[in-house]
């Protein structure tokens, strides 16, 4: 059974940071493709970070660029995102996304972040 497991995220004070890791299980890790997405309540779903099957490339982001950081773990199945310099519109929910093929696309159930003073 597929599953990805988001956790890490909470309740945190502007300019504070966060780190979700995002569990996968039931399917070859490392050769898919993986992103974090992010929606707050009444937009749509957006494109964070995306991050190569080894780690090597990464794309983020322009409103995230410098403040988060995408990696992964092939050895332990999870992918992280290490958010510094929180915004309060980085409040949403948080997705990670797993892609080998436009007929293999996996996502998880989704953390949320919420940050304010």
């Known amino acids: 059974q597929v599953q990805l497991v988001e956790s890490g995220g909470g309740l945190v004070q502007p300019g504070g940071s966060l780190k979700l890791s995002c569990a996968a299980s039931?399917?070859?890790?490392?050769?898919?493709?993986m992103s974090w997405y992010r929606q707050a309540p009444g937009k749509e779903r957006e494109l964070v970070a995306t991050i190569s099957i080894f780690g090597g490339t990464t794309n983020y982001a322009d409103s995230v660029k410098g403040r988060f950081t995408i990696s992964r773990d092939n050895a332990k199945n999870t992918v992280y995102l290490q958010m510094n310099s929180l915004k309060p519109e980085d409040t949403a929910v948080y997705y990670c996304k797993a892609i080998r093929a436009p007929d293999l696309v996996y996502w998880g159930q989704g953390t949320q972040v919420t940050v304010t003073s």
């Open positions: 039931g399917f070859t890790f490392s050769r898919y493709f």
